[in-house]
């Protein structure tokens, strides 16, 4: 069977003649494009083409736009990446409730490995940091946005202590996605001596290099706060 030419847009053209150069290093890392007019010049197009292929790129975090500047490829990381999904993360957890409870299992099984890794590779230094976030959570009690910051900060501490940049990232949007339904638990009454009594266990296991306990203890505190919502949705 002989397939079709597919009509291909102008600014498709311009898309992938960008890519090639952006991908080869030709235009690298934290430099800026073109501007618009010498983009022009170059592909022989129209500012509609090069205007659809900038935007393309900037929705695919390929490069940033400020107003009055010619564009610029971002430099990638973890977080940059991870960050282009949270919008289409909240549309699923708003539209699919039941994907809370896959989010909820996958936050799991991600902080139960990371508090063990921690507790293998921890210094004395990433304890000492993992004590200080305890204190800042405990000394923030009194605001409600901040007690969130922080314990969000918290648990983002303990994946850096991995080595691995990407964790930290994944932990950090997973609790970010689901705060808004978490919010009803820090309100629950003595939900935050709860919680940083549930995060001084973790902390304390990962000091003594228990790997094990350390998982338990953040199996127990994500649980527990798993069932404590699980009660409030039903009142």
Not at 19 to 40: T, V, W
Request: no cysteine; aromatic share 4%; glycine share 6%.
């Amino acid at each position: 069977m002989v397939e079709t030419i597919q009509r291909r847009k102008l600014y498709q053209e311009v898309l992938d003649r960008l890519m090639d150069r952006i991908r080869s290093g030709e235009i690298a890392p934290g430099a800026q494009l073109p501007s618009e007019r010498e983009l022009m010049e170059i592909y022989g197009v129209g500012r509609p083409a090069i205007r659809e292929a900038l935007q393309t790129l900037e929705r695919s975090g390929i490069v940033e736009i400020v107003h009055g500047e010619r564009a610029r490829v971002v430099v990638p990381t973890a977080e940059r990446l991870i960050a282009q999904m949270a919008g289409g993360a909240m549309h699923l957890l708003r539209t699919q409730p039941d994907m809370l409870e896959h989010l909820k299992s996958a936050r799991m099984f991600l902080e139960t490995g990371t508090a063990r890794m921690a507790a293998e590779r921890a210094t004395e230094e990433d304890v000492a940091r993992l004590q200080l976030k305890v204190a800042q959570q405990r000394a923030s009690m009194v605001n409600l946005e901040e007690f969130i910051e922080r314990d969000m900060a918290f648990h983002r501490e303990i994946a850096m202590i991995s080595g691995n940049p990407i964790f930290p990232s994944i932990v950090e949007s997973l609790f970010r996605w689901a705060s808004e339904y978490y919010r009803p638990l820090v309100r629950a009454p003595g939900a935050e001596e709860v919680t940083l009594a549930e995060h001084q266990r973790i902390v304390d296991a990962i000091a003594k290099h228990d790997g094990n306990a350390a998982a338990e203890a953040m199996h127990a505190h994500l649980s527990r706060a798993n069932k404590l919502y699980r009660t409030l949705i039903r009142t």
